[in-house]
């Protein structure tokens, strides 16, 4: 059996240091849990935001989300959901090689929508256009869009199913 050399026993010690060092520098994770701020139940579909970064989750079915492999310092973290305001920005401080637990509580929104009208007209012809069209022979409905001038008058009802004439 050969021994190595000091130089290269060295160089895999400081490698192995290294590797070490590195993957803790980028071991941090903010784990946390949003809820609604009434109910306490989970904010399922909720969006999680780290301000000026481009991390970006959503919420699970469970209310919880996880941000891995953050490289240690202070965050903004912003919570948003349809429905709900915004949360307060939480600040974060990571440390190198350390979990934050965080929970944030949405408030509801409440917004009153302005009243909405749907009329229609009674005269029927929009209904009764319809259903000429329904009945109009294929080739009548690809050569012109119906309009009252060019429909004819009188269309061919159905016979019975029941072999009856009526």
Same mark, same amino acid.
């Given at each position: ?8 026993? &060295?160089?895999?010690?400081? +490698?192995? &240091? ?5 993957? !803790?520098?980028?071991?941090? %994770? ?9 109910? =306490? @139940? ?9 301000? $000026?970064? /481009? ?11 996880? &941000?891995? /492999?953050? *490289? ?8 948003? $959901?349809?429905?709900?305001?915004? !949360?307060? @920005? ?24 302005? @009243?909405?009208?749907?009329?229609? !007209? ?6 009764? =256009?319809?259903?000429?069209?329904? /009945?109009? *022979? ?20 159905? %016979? *019975?199913? $029941?072999? +009856?004439?009526?």
């Amino acid at each position: 059996m050969q021994l190595r050399s000091p130089k290269s026993l &060295f160089r895999i010690i400081l +490698s192995f &240091f290294l590797t070490i060092t590195l993957t !803790s520098a980028w071991s941090q %994770t903010i784990r946390g849990r949003i809820r609604d701020s009434k109910t =306490g @139940e989970p904010m399922t579909g909720a969006t999680i935001i780290l301000k $000026n970064t /481009h991390y970006t989750t959503t919420v699970g079915f469970d209310g919880t989300f996880t &941000f891995r /492999h953050i *490289p240690p310092g202070k965050y903004m973290l912003l919570a948003t $959901n349809i429905g709900y305001q915004n !949360s307060k @920005e939480t600040e974060v401080d990571l440390s190198s090689g350390y979990e934050k637990i965080v929970t944030i509580d949405l408030a509801s929104s409440a917004s009153m929508l302005e @009243e909405v009208q749907v009329t229609t !007209s009674t005269d029927g012809k929009t209904d009764r =256009g319809a259903r000429r069209l329904e /009945h109009a *022979p294929i080739w009548y409905r690809m050569s012109c869009p119906p309009t009252p001038s060019n429909y004819p008058r009188t269309l061919r009802s159905p %016979t *019975p199913s $029941n072999g +009856s004439a009526a």
